[in-house]
């Protein structure tokens, strides 16, 4: 594919994630394919893609501390499982077989599509306010561990 069609089609790829992960998230799944596309493989695009989340991410919560939201203590009860899943999640990455990764990322990548094509309308609706006992449950700190490790 030539050089510029291909550096057209990622920026593409990562303008139209921004736009969707400023909406609903999910954005990964045109850039991670997008970084494949254009040549990288699985592990490179995968880690290329967390450093563009990682900005996202600090970029957030610049915006909510504008407006005045603070995290509590409670926050930490989601973010230490996917710190810990996201450093667990890298090793892993280091001991699968690169072509056997490809296809981890394929796998997932579908299923994150399923997922956010099932209800769609539910992802754009603003929420109401989430109350924080589900925080102390053991079955959410264990999926903010999976989120980590998948992220």
Known sequence: MPELLVLALLFLA????GFINAMAGSGSLLT???LMLGGLDAVLANGSNRLGILVQSLFT????????????????????PVIVGAVAGAFLTQLLDRGLFRYVIDVVMLGMLVLVSIKQSSWLRPQEAQSNQL?????????????????
Request: proline share 7%; aromatic share 14%.
């Open 14 to 17: 990562g303008a139209g994630a």
């Open 32 to 34: 991670l394919p997008a």
């Open 61 to 80: 919560l610049k915006g909510y501390a504008s407006m005045g939201l603070r995290p509590d203590r409670t926050t930490w009860w989601g973010v230490l």
């Open 135 to 151: 925080r102390h449950k053991p079955w959410v700190v264990l999926l903010m561990f999976a989120a980590g490790v998948y992220a």
